[in-house]
């Protein structure tokens, strides 16, 4: 199987990612920003994703809620509520609806090439353990940056 490279402006980039997922196809798209420290580098990981079926508590997923695109982490599930919270948020929540959530993260790429799994038990309780240090974070993410001054922008 061959894969396809696009280079194009991000709006239009996470728009047809946003259609192949609808179609049930598997989509990896370059990160930005940092809302996702300290496990997605925004302008250095690439994020491959998988197209939403039953997404679940902990898993990273891609939004498309109130015209705009996020990839952030769910904390909470109702039928109809999701709340969102990026890794590296202090405290800032985000809301939408399942029908919003296009597509769950099955790996981080590095530059490298190195995948890291998104989806095995020890990702998710990875996840869950960064979300109860929230009280922590603002230290914790403070000392990480300065160790990896040259690596993050």
């Not at 920003?33 to 690439?46: E, K, N, Q, V, Y």
């Not at 597509?103 to 960064?130: K, N």
Request: with cysteine; glycine share 8%; charged share 25%.
């Amino acid at each position: 199987m061959t894969e396809e490279v696009w280079t194009m402006e991000n709006r239009r980039l996470l728009g047809e990612a946003e259609r192949l997922l609808r179609e049930g196809r598997s989509v990896a798209i370059p990160t930005a920003g940092r809302s996702m420290l300290p496990f997605i580098h925004g302008g250095r990981d690439t994020v491959r994703l998988q197209p939403a079926s039953e997404p679940g508590l902990w898993q990273i997923v891609l939004v498309h809620s109130g015209g705009r695109y996020f990839l952030h982490r769910i904390v909470a599930c109702a039928s109809d509520d999701v709340v969102l919270m990026g890794d590296g948020n202090l405290r800032a929540v985000e809301h939408c609806r399942p029908d919003e959530i296009l597509g769950v993260a099955q790996a981080v790429i590095r530059p490298d090439g190195r995948e890291i799994p998104c989806l095995d038990q020890t990702a998710l309780h990875r996840g869950r353990v960064w979300y109860r240090l929230r009280c922590l974070r603002r230290p914790i993410l403070w000392i990480y940056k300065i160790l990896c001054r040259n690596k993050i922008k």
